[in-house]
């Protein structure tokens, strides 16, 4: 047996089938139907028979695309130490290790390891949530096997099965057409084409041997389309990574993907601090050999500083925080892939949002309808029949017998099918469906009572759909549904408020303005007419067609979602921009943009075409709609705004938005329509394809940044006040006032909790009434290291004042332990500090996160026990205290609260005088 291409099977099986390119019969569409057949040895009237289905299966694998090598379990678990900070740490571990200090060794080993399983534990989670995802997909097939119909597992099909294929079916596999009855197919998936392509068997271009386009091969089916009218038989010729969509998704792989701002920033902080560490054990060291301090002693303060100098709970906090961001989004319909992209969306600037599905309900809905000289408002949207048809201007909304007459060839000239809000069909033919049933015409009735006796189907060419009905008294009535300058030109008469009349040009300029009027609006139009024959006619042709009467007109939208207009005016509000991007019409983006209050220009893919990048570099910002673009416009518009220094979200659903999604800081798949492709492709995949989800997740990122701010900013003065303290006692002649294990105490036990806390800080209530932060920004900008020197000079100052008094009056211990209680205890001020960062201290948000008190409040017991009970005081060198002695520390910590209270008191007058800090 040979493969489709005529290699023989034994070398396909050699070959690495998840790499493959599309390895189909590269001209099926060229060949007949029957060709194609032998080549792959299936009769389709019977189908494959088991045996040589499992034959193929072994050479041609599962029909589905190859997922990315998965690195191995334990790779990701040592991915987890590739850090500079972890770095640091493990070889503070390994030194205090060297020199005999067991106890410190073993504590850095140990928090290293927790932080370790935690980062891994948070990527198993996102890698969950996306295999949930998959399997929103359809995983089943209707096949012809051994003679008979299956239904079977889409990944289990092979090259050679016959699928069987109805209107609303996705397809499952590329193939060759063998039955094709009226069938359309909506491909905009793969090729971008918004409207749906008629197929037929009929091969196509038999004589040239140059590649025809995807989208002209019309005797083929592709993968993950979907079939939007008639019924289809079709060959499997490939599957999974060998179809086309294969194909795509395999050159997408070489893709690379912008760094997040969230990333940059913390690499940058992660080498700042890695200096900042080397410096401060480099000097002490030199410092203390000069002094003449043994060398062990100078070792052992050397990784009490490499402790102090790193926030060993900073990554811990930060997965911590991501992944509840992330566990949100989940909840409020976003799937988040990476975690960085919750904190990337909230840097936003721009937002390159798809119309149909996303800022639209992708639901046909008829919003108007002309007849007999009358406009009518249709009220209701999507597919479900709640709504009226009411005049324009009126409240009556009683259907007449003159409104089911102009809405009864909407009905019966249509093959599309509505039960419950659900639709098996075309949308557009659906949407006529629901605007008979809103004038009092049931479709399933009416169809029944007049059969179809013949048809002429919708032809691109001809531009109108025609069916054939029997009357009662034996006469056939033709209901004709098109555009209407073509049904202008087959009608005779026209419907008016006196019957049926002849069309007069009064009467043709009156419907070109209706037409027009619709048009202007981003609606689509259709026009409906019909005639009476006598008998039945011998042949169904166009010839067969009678003078008609142009009887109704009917105006066509796929409305805004009601969410996406308050979505669109808190992305004003927060200065984020959106431009629509749209395979529509100019006409129609254009509408629905006003609907939406998208200001901007209005340009098209050919006007594009027509520009150089820095003409529309220096347009961009004018630009609103773009429509009628192809895949590479949407890159050329993301790299365009990312070169301007813009922070770029893209929205996409198909195989051609991928580049695109790859290509900009957050791509955003659709969760429900996108396809596998995008899917992969993108950082974050809504559940609910709805725009405001994303607006959503723009306010969870910014929030997430401020709470990502408070908690560096609270531990770094934490790690600023920890070195403070060592050199000062160091150089005013006193021993460490902490050691390296109670150092790592405070970091871990101390401090993490109400970092953790932090972490979790409700957003502000003006978290979106701000602009964009500058993508540029640092976490740690001038401001913020000012603040977090300050406050770590003032606990340096408190901790080492305390320490060196108290050794004048109680025993060294008793010293040691206020010291080292007084450091914890700053930190419960500190954290109220850094939570307020630049607003006010004590304001109705500082009592919002209970979280937070709850932690303040388990750190000052927790510290309790370590001072007081004897197990304690073995591990950290504790010895209780008294009520006088634990007073001395808490007054002396609350000296950071007060300091900054005072600092933000006297800031205006200052900043008045010239003095900004």
């Known amino acids: ?39 792959l040895g299936v009769d389709p009237g ?24 998965r690195r191995p379990e334990w790779l990701k678990f040592l991915d987890q130490f590739r850090n500079w900070l972890i770095g640091i740490l493990l070889i503070a571990a390994v030194v205090a290790g060297a020199i005999g200090d067991i106890r410190d060794a073993v504590v850095i080993t140990f928090v290293l390891l927790v932080n370790a399983v935690l980062g891994y534990w948070q990527e198993r989670r996102a890698e969950h949530s996306l295999e949930a995802l998959r399997r929103m997909l359809v995983p089943t097939a209707r096949v012809r096997r051994n003679g008979t119909e299956q239904v079977v597992e889409a990944q289990l099909l ?54 025809v386009a995807l989208a002209e091969r019309t005797s083929m089916l592709f993968m993950n389309t979907a079939l939007t009218r008639g019924r289809a038989e079709m060959i499997v010729t490939a599957t ?27 690499d940058s902080l992660g080498r700042r601090l890695a200096l900042l560490s080397g410096v401060a054990v480099v000097a002490y060291a030199l410092s203390a050999l000069v002094r003449g301090e043994s060398l062990s002693d100078v070792a052992l303060q050397a990784v009490a500083l490499a402790v102090a100098a790193i926030p060993e709970g900073l990554p811990a906090v930060l997965a911590l925080t991501l992944a509840l961001g992330v566990h949100r989004m989940a909840r409020r319909g976003a799937i988040v892939k990476r975690l960085a992209a919750v904190e990337s969306l909230g840097a936003a600037t721009v937002v390159c949002s798809d119309k149909t599905g996303t800022l639209t309900l992708n639901e046909m809905t008829v919003r108007t309808l002309w007849t007999a000289g009358r406009l009518y408002d249709v009220t209701g949207e999507g597919y479900g ?30 093959d599309a099918h509505v039960t419950d809000g659900v639709f098996i069909g075309d949308p557009t033919e659906a949407a006529l469906v629901v605007l008979a049933a809103k004038a009092g015409v049931d479709a399933d009735w009416v169809r029944t009572e007049l059969p179809r006796t013949g048809e002429l189907p919708f032809d691109a060419a001809t531009k109108y759909m025609a069916t054939f009905h029997t009357e009662p008294d034996g006469r056939t009535r033709v209901h004709v549904k098109g555009a209407v300058d073509v049904l202008m030109g087959m009608c005779t008469d026209v419907l008016t408020e006196d019957g049926a009349c002849a069309l007069d040009e009064g009467h043709r300029d009156e419907i070109l303005a209706v037409t027009g009027q619709f ?72 509408a629905i943009a006003r609907e939406l209050d998208i200001e901007g220009d209005v340009v098209t893919g050919t006007e594009l075409d027509r520009m150089t990048e820095e003409q529309l570099a220096e347009r961009m910002d004018d630009i609103g709609v773009f429509a009628r673009v192809a895949p590479e416009h949407k890159v050329l518009i993301v790299r365009t705004l990312t070169n301007r220094g813009h922070i770029v979200a893209m929205t996409g659903d198909g195989v051609n938005d991928a580049a695109a999604l790859k290509a900009a800081h957050i791509g955003v798949a659709m969760g429900i329509t996108g396809t596998d492709v995008a899917k992969e492709a993108a950082d974050v995949v809504l559940t609910d394809d709805d725009f405001s989800t994303i607006v959503r997740a723009v306010r969870e990122g910014r929030a997430i940044y401020a709470n990502i701010v408070k908690f560096v900013r609270f531990q770094l003065a934490t790690n600023i006040g920890a070195i403070l303290t060592l050199f000062s006692a160091s150089l005013a002649g006193l021993p460490s006032p902490l050691t390296a294990a109670q150092l790592l105490w405070v970091n871990i036990i101390m401090d993490g909790p109400p970092a953790m806390a932090l972490a979790v800080d409700p957003a502000r209530d003006d978290v979106m009434r701000h602009p964009p932060r500058d993508p540029r920004e640092r976490i740690l900008d001038a401001r913020r290291l000012f603040a977090i020197g300050r406050a770590g000079a003032v606990m340096a100052m408190g901790t080492v004042t305390l320490f060196a008094v108290a050794r004048s009056y109680v025993d060294p211990d008793t010293a040691l332990t206020m010291a080292f209680t007084t450091f914890v205890l700053f930190q419960l001020f500190n954290a109220l500090s850094a939570r307020a960062d630049d607003g006010p201290l004590l304001d109705r948000q500082q009592f919002r996160n209970r979280a937070l008190w709850l932690c303040l409040a388990g750190v000052l017991a927790v510290q309790v026990v370590v001072v007081h009970l004897p197990w304690a005081h073995t591990v950290f060198g504790t010895v209780p205290l008294t009520v006088t002695q634990w007073a001395l520390c808490l007054g002396t910590a609350s000296t950071v609260l007060l300091a900054e209270f005072v600092l933000r008191a006297v800031r205006p007058v200052l900043r008045k005088a010239g003095v900004r800090f």
């Open 1 to 39: 047996m040979t493969t489709l291409d005529g290699q023989p099977v034994s070398e396909v099986a050699r070959a690495d089938t998840a790499t493959q390119a599309p390895t189909g019969e590269p001209d099926a569409y060229r060949q007949a139907p029957a060709q194609v057949a032998d080549r």
């Open 46 to 69: 019977v189908g494959l028979s088991t045996g040589q289905v499992s034959e193929r299966a072994a050479v041609y694998g599962a029909n589905r695309l190859s997922e990315p090598a």
């Open 158 to 211: 092979v090259p050679g099965d016959v699928v069987l294929l109805e209107a609303g079916d996705r397809i499952p596999a590329d193939g060759r057409l063998i039955v094709a009855e009226k069938v359309e197919v909506a491909e905009a998936a793969l090729t971008g084409e918004s409207q749906p392509v008629t197929k037929s068997v009929t091969a196509v271009d038999h004589t040239s041997t140059a590649p």
């Open 240 to 266: 999974g990574m060998r179809t086309e969509l294969g194909a795509i998704a395999e050159a997408l792989r070489t893709g690379t993907e912008p760094p997040s701002p969230l990333q940059v920033q913390l």
């Open 385 to 414: 029949t709640a709504g009226a048809v009411r005049v324009h201007g009126a409240d009556d909304t009683s259907p007449t017998d003159d409104l089911r007459d102009a809405v009864l060839p909407f009905a019966l000239c249509n």
């Open 519 to 590: 048009g202007s609006t981003g609606l689509r139009v259709l026009g409906a007419a019909t005639a009476l024959m006598d008998g039945t006619p011998s042949k169904f042709a166009p010839a067969a067609l009678p003078g008609l009467t142009l009887v109704s007109v009917a105006g066509i939208a796929d409305p805004p979602r009601p969410q996406a207009r308050e979505a669109m005016a808190l992305c004003r509000m927060a200065g984020v921009a959106v431009k629509m991007i749209t395979g529509d019409h100019a006409d129609t983006a254009a």
